[in-house]
């Protein structure tokens, strides 16, 4: 069995109210990274699991209805740690990359795509069915900003394929079914619906036999998956299905529950990024 060195990065931050996001707490704006994460894998070469934030987000977000987005979530990005940047300080230039794993198709986690033309983005299906020919009011609705989109996505596109879903290891239960991304058992992409339509998990084994748990935006802090507490009841405006947010929330809390030695890692938690993303 393969094993991959995991590199979890931040690509910007954004600020949101605290109490709507945890269901308690002051309703100050608090701040919420944009993490993704570098794969590195013996034979696949470096692979992404999103992007976080880009520059192209507030070219974007500049015209209407769009702007909106920005001023929803306002964003806060240095040059320097943009995805392409962050990569470039290791080594790995754009066309290195062969693989984009996307979670799902907000922008907090796709602005970074077009800075990769070479490689093939990877997805479940249903996501960029989701979210593909939406435009104004309908794409703001799913979070979505097309102008992100690289040109000849669809040509870049090989998305993950329902049919190879097989069974996972007992010890990720309550998930049983996902696809093996590198067909040797050392990550599998699963499904986490709720928060958007086909949102992808992925369940990383590491170099050093840890295995991590990249849950995207499935929660927002760690505490909810620990305590079973999903957000405040306005939250459930944003998502796709508030009742598969909540199924999915509650699955997460079991896993903890059963397998505490997993990481679970959400895209915008202050603590998953204090525990596991690599100083800059």
């Not at 509650?250 to 202050?270: F, G, M, R, S």
Request: with cysteine.
């Amino acid at each position: 069995m393969s094993a991959v060195k995991l590199t979890l990065l931040e690509a910007g931050h954004c600020h949101f109210p605290e109490h709507v996001t945890r269901g308690r707490g002051p309703w100050r704006a608090a701040r919420f990274p944009a993490l993704f994460a570098l794969l590195e894998h013996p034979q696949a070469g470096p692979v992404l699991f999103d992007t976080g934030y880009g520059t192209r987000f507030f070219e974007a977000t500049r015209r209407w209805p769009y702007q909106l987005y920005a001023r929803l979530t306002p964003v806060t990005l240095r040059p320097e740690q943009v995805a392409v940047a962050q990569l470039a300080r290791r080594g790995l230039r754009p066309g290195d990359l062969e693989q984009v794993l996307i979670s799902h198709f907000h922008a907090d986690h796709v602005s970074g795509l077009r800075d990769f033309p070479a490689a093939r983005f990877s997805y479940w299906p249903a996501a960029w069915a989701a979210v593909r020919g939406r435009r104004g009011l309908r794409a703001l609705h799913a979070a979505y900003l097309p102008d992100l989109m690289p040109p000849d996505f669809d040509a870049q596109s090989a998305p993950l394929d329902v049919g190879r879903l097989h069974a996972l290891p007992p010890e990720y239960a309550p998930f049983t079914m996902g696809v093996d991304v590198f067909g040797d058992e050392s990550a599998f992409a699963v499904q986490l619906p709720g928060h958007a339509v086909g949102q992808m998990g992925l369940f990383v084994r590491t170099r050093d036999d840890q295995t991590f748990f990249l849950v995207a935006d499935a929660c927002w802090h760690s505490s909810a998956y620990r305590e079973d507490r999903p957000p405040h009841a306005l939250a459930n405006l944003l998502f796709a299905d508030p009742a598969q947010y909540r199924a999915t929330l509650h699955d997460l809390h079991t896993l903890h529950a059963q397998t505490p030695a997993i990481k679970l890692v959400p895209a915008h938690c202050e603590e998953a990024q204090a525990s596991y993303v690599a100083p800059e």
